[in-house]
């Protein structure tokens, strides 16, 4: 880069860094946040050195990242001020026009107030939270795998799987179970031979 340009206020000046190509300086360059701002910044003050307004915005920006937010709410304070001087400059001019009967000019200059108006309330409420952080309290979950059953303070009870209604032969409850180490196709079949085992012999009973 020659002289010439290095001192032009409006050019950016870049450095190479050991280990990178001058595409990837200028590629970290283009998506740097001052570099963007500083462009902004320039375009609209219609000049100003741009170099020294990256600086100044790393140097805010290192701040801020750092945990001082000073300049932050230096920030959001003025601002406020600004837009409520707006807000009533606008809400002076609506009333005017009002009083003189030109009611569509009033409420373009009321709407644009209360635009004013709101975006002066968001400034002060973002000001508030950086000064006072909202606490968020977490609540401990526990979740199980598969589906869940809540009961609030009701109990209902269920037969499970594997219980076996009461045998209508019998008439009492689980007098016919079959053998818990059988499989459950020699359950069916051993439930219905004790049934009728239990008939014969009530049959064949000497007294």
């Known amino acids: 880069m020659n002289d010439d340009k290095a001192k032009d206020p409006a050019s950016l000046v870049l450095f190479g860094q050991e280990g990178h190509t001058e595409a990837e300086v200028r590629a970290a360059a283009t998506i740097e946040p001052a570099v963007q701002a500083a462009y902004t910044v320039a375009k609209i003050e219609k000049g100003g050195d741009l170099n020294a307004l990256v600086d100044a915005l790393q140097t805010q920006s290192r701040r801020a990242t750092s945990g001082d937010t000073g300049r932050m709410e230096e920030m959001l304070v003025t601002q406020a001020h600004t837009l409520d001087l707006i807000f009533n ?50 609540r401990q979950a526990n979740f199980a795998s598969g589906p869940q059953q809540v009961n609030n303070g009701v109990t209902v009870s269920r037969p499970r799987k594997n219980e076996i209604p009461p045998s209508k032969l019998s008439g009492h409850e689980h007098e016919l179970l079959p053998d818990g180490r059988a499989s459950a196709t020699a359950s069916r079949v051993d439930s219905a031979m004790e049934a009728m085992g239990a008939i014969n012999r009530t049959t064949n009973r000497s007294g």
């Open 89 to 138: 400059n606008l809400t002076r001019r609506a009333v005017a026009n009002m009083q003189e009967g030109y009611v569509p000019v009033a409420e373009t200059y009321l709407r644009l107030a209360l635009k004013a108006q709101s975006q002066c309330r968001a400034s002060i409420e973002s000001l508030a939270q950086i000064k006072n952080p909202p606490v968020v309290y977490a």
